[in-house]
T-cell receptor
Framework: KQEVTQIPAALSVPEGENLVLNCSFTDSAIYNLQWFRQDPGKGLTSLLL?????REQTSGRLNASLDKSSGRSTLYIAASQPGDSATYLC??????????FGTGTRLTVIP | KAGVTQTPRYLIKTRGQQVTLSCSPI?????VSWYQQTPGQGLQFLFE???????NKGNFPGRFSGRQFSNSRSEMNVSTLELGDSALYLC??????????????FGQGTRLTVV
């Protein structure tokens, strides 16, 4: 069964710092990997989607990489802002077409 | 373009009752999936519907059921509610059923509290 792990579980950084969130998965047979952001009590906002054949995707200050063979993905956030404070979730899509989610990293950016 | 709409946003129910949640996907999307989010278990897949047919089901008891209508709107039903069913229920819509380029877009969720 696919298992997705995110490290660290929580992270506090001062405003302006660059940071990296990690995601690992046990079964490399995935279709794609998606990074989401979740604000407290709210739904999920899609940040980046990486196909299994791709190595990275970029959107603004966000860059996500994927190493499918080693079962790892990273989300890089440049020049962090207080508005980036949220829980970040990664999810892999398997052949059964459902998403397996990690437990998330709670990010706090201190002004 | 409207996003995924879930109604109601909040629900309080008593143990033993049943509840129905609704999800309207993004226009043109035909796949709807449901997820349960709890502090202890995180996000877990419930089921997926495509073209009014359940295509995939997670590891949940039969008290959890769903359906999809011809306009792709979906409903999820939970019967004989238990305290442990208290959770945020999230609906995701995707343009295609098969894997590959499918990107999931989520609604704001329905917060269900069972007392």
């Amino acid at each position: 069964k696919q298992e997705v792990t995110q490290i660290p579980a929580a992270l506090s950084v001062p405003e302006g710092e660059n940071l990296v969130l990690n995601c690992s998965f046990t079964d490399s047979a995935i279709y794609n990997l998606q990074w989401f952001r979740q604000d407290p009590g709210k739904g999920l906002t899609s940040l980046l989607l990486i196909q299994s054949s791709q190595r990275e995707q970029t959107s603004g200050r966000l860059n996500a990489s994927l190493d499918k063979s080693s079962g790892r993905s990273t989300l890089y956030i440049a020049a962090s802002q207080p508005g980036d404070s949220a829980t970040y979730l990664c999810a892999v899509r398997t052949g059964a077409n459902n998403l397996f989610f990690g437990t998330g990293t709670r990010l706090t950016v201190i002004p | 373009k409207a996003g995924v709409t879930q109604t109601p946003r909040y629900l309080i129910k008593t143990r033993g009752q049943q509840v129905t949640l609704s999800c309207s996907p993004i226009s043109g999307h035909r796949s709807v999936s449901w997820y349960q989010q709890t502090p202890g278990q995180g996000l877990q897949f419930l089921f997926e519907y495509f073209s009014e047919t359940q295509r995939n089901k997670g590891n949940f008891p039969g008290r959890f059921s769903g359906r999809q209508f011809s306009n792709s709107r979906s409903e999820m039903n939970v019967s004989t509610l238990e305290l442990g069913d208290s959770a945020l229920y999230l609906c995701a819509s995707s343009p295609f059923m098969t894997g590959g380029g499918t990107e999931a877009f989520f609604g704001q969720g329905t917060r269900l509290t069972v007392v």
